[in-house]
């Protein structure tokens, strides 16, 4: 940047003639002169001892106010108790007596010195936040532009087997893909736009505060009023959430029911979404996972020993480093998949088993406690109590996609099953019959049960009393119940206890009493067993890679095993 009081374009005339170009400056009266009107001031105040230098050798001085109460006198002094300046008449006036007093020099450094930290965090930290927001919230844009035309592609391939008679339903689909888009975008860009609002009021006050710091006027520099304190809260991330296309299958019903249908949008506000100096974002997770085959012999990876003394139930993955376990105990414990290492744990307040654990979208462990009655939440290595029932008693728990949580329960008298669906503590959903008003669960307290949400956002349960895994829609319609395959090596009844999916939408489910891992395709499709000398499989789940966790009962290990390419 330019000094101003030397750059050509910013040209200062002599502030007695207001004509000539300033050449010469008094450091006594801080009055700008051209050499013409050096000997005029001179003599306008003989009292004073004028030091007239050249221009650019004149002292870097602040501009002392005139005093407000002493015409013509300067203050070079600052009362702190009054938060006024005062010339030497006001001092020996005696109003300002036992009053704290600072001289200009030091207010004006201290102002310069609380401004020009502010200007540089409004410029180094601030609006650079906010550029990386903007950019965020236009990638966003583009990617949602992206997504929306994968949607239509999807809804136009699927509309083409139909033929001429579902053009309509087609048309109509498609019609409210682009409403949300469109609703979704301009949400987006309204966002955009308060953003680039914000960041143009961030500049202007830089330009203000460099403009302030420039003058060294007192008066200037304690006018310029900061909201600095307003920007440092960011802006809340606005993340939408996409609509799917649920494809059904052409048969003798409602051609609108089974075409499929667009699921809700959504645009959540996160608070936290933004932080300061943000430089690496996550990439976007792809619609469109690769396609993997099944191993002809599936293969142990690891074995781990979770330490506990009596047996384990259950696993979750946290990540692909680390699993959440539990099992005939109170303690929840998140253990290294590599070193086997115990790296935290957590007991329940009830003192109860954890009848399920899941590990929530957002990376939190998430538990049942049947005896107590409640859905937990572990933030921060605190527990707090999401959902409390009455009436009911909880079993097996979940995260879905959409970070909502499906909780499968007993009544208390033993004579019902559901499946709830809960965005935080509010019921949004429950599943319990089927069109015809039939049970779509066995009832009993007694017996196991755990539940998972596939790719394509079925709703997959493991029925131990009725020997059966029961998968229905999102909209909680029956679609099949896997019921085991034969030969069974072992010829035992069919004990299907933890369930999980891949990204392949294949569902897997543990069968205890034949001490294997059965793999069903999304329609209920019996592909194969996994037979690898497990015992006792109970609690299932998977990892970003498709690796399949087992957690074996009496072994009191989980087992990791590679079962795709």
């Known amino acids: 940047m330019m000094d101003p009081r030397t750059s050509a374009q910013d040209v200062m005339r002599c502030d007695l003639c207001e004509t000539a170009v300033v050449q010469m400056h008094c450091d006594t009266c801080l009055v700008k002169l051209c050499t013409a009107c050096v000997g005029k001031h001179m003599i306008s105040d003989e009292s004073k001892d004028h030091k007239v230098v050249k221009f650019q050798a004149r002292k870097f001085t602040p ?16 009362c702190k108790q009054c938060d006024i300046p005062v010339c030497l008449s006001c001092l020996a006036s005696k109003q300002h007596l036992g009053h704290e007093l600072s001289k200009i020099l030091q207010v004006v450094g201290e102002k310069n010195d609380m401004i020009t930290k502010e200007r540089n965090e409004l410029n180094d930290t601030i609006f650079p936040t906010y550029q990386d927001i903007a950019s965020d919230v236009k990638n966003r844009m583009s990617q949602l532009e992206k997504e929306y035309g994968y949607l239509s592609t999807a809804i136009t391939k699927h509309g083409e087997d139909w033929h001429r008679e ?6 109509k689909l498609k019609a409210e893909v682009v409403e949300m888009k469109n609703t979704q975008l301009q949400t987006l860009q309204k966002h955009l736009d308060e953003i680039n609002k914000t960041m143009s009021i961030i500049k202007y006050e830089i330009n203000s505060m460099e403009t302030a710091i420039d003058t060294n006027d007192l008066s200037k520099l304690s006018s310029v009023m900061s909201n600095v304190h307003t920007y440092r809260n960011l802006p809340h991330k606005i993340i939408p959430s996409l609509p799917k296309f649920i494809p059904g299958k052409i048969q003798e019903e409602e051609i609108s029911t089974l075409f499929g ?32 085959q099944l191993l002809d012999k599936p293969e142990t990876v690891t074995n781990i020993d979770t330490g506990y003394i009596l047996s384990i139930y259950n696993v979750a993955c946290l990540n692909d480093e680390e699993i959440w376990t539990s099992g005939n105990d109170n ?3 998140l253990l290294s998949i590599n070193q086997g290492s115990l790296l935290k744990s957590i007991t329940t307040r009830s003192k109860n088993r954890p009848s399920n654990i899941a590990v929530t979208k957002s990376g939190d462990l998430v538990f049942t406690d049947h005896n107590d009655r409640t859905v937990n939440i572990v933030k921060n290595e605190k527990i707090e109590k999401v959902i409390r029932l009455q009436n009911w008693r909880p079993k097996g728990v979940c995260s879905t996609s ?6 499968i329960m007993d009544s208390d008298d033993d004579k019902q099953t559901k499946v709830v669906c809960y965005s935080g503590s509010s019921e949004k959903q429950t599943i319990q019959f089927d069109n015809k008003g039939k049970p779509l669960y066995s009832p009993s307290s007694y017996d196991l049960r755990y539940i998972t949400e596939n790719k394509n956002l079925d709703i997959c349960a493991s029925d131990e009393g009725a020997k059966a895994v029961v998968v229905v829609n999102q909209a909680g319609k029956l679609r099949f119940s896997y019921t085991g395959h034969t030969p069974v090596p072992k010829n035992q009844p069919f004990c299907p206890l933890g369930i999980t999916t891949d ?4 569902i897997l489910t543990a069968d205890y009493k034949n001490d294997f891992i059965h793999i069903i395709d999304k329609d209920g499709k019996f592909l194969c067993y996994i037979d690898c000398g497990l015992s006792e499989p109970r609690g299932l789940c998977i990892d970003t890679n498709d690796n399949l966790f087992v957690a074996q009962v009496w072994k009191k290990e989980v087992r990791k095993i590679k079962y795709l390419t």
């Open 503 to 506: 990204s392949q939408s294949h």
């Open 402 to 407: 959409s970070g909502d949580l499906l909780v």
């Open 63 to 78: 501009l002392y106010p005139v005093c407000t109460s002493h015409e013509k006198e300067r203050c070079e002094m600052y």
């Open 166 to 171: 579902i053009d309509k339903l087609v048309k």
């Open 261 to 292: 249908a667009l699921s809700s949008s959504s645009l959540t506000s996160d608070k936290h979404g933004y932080s300061m100096k943000t430089t690496q974002k996550s990439p976007e997770a792809g619609f469109s996972p690769a396609v993997k």
């Open 331 to 333: 303690t929840m414990k």
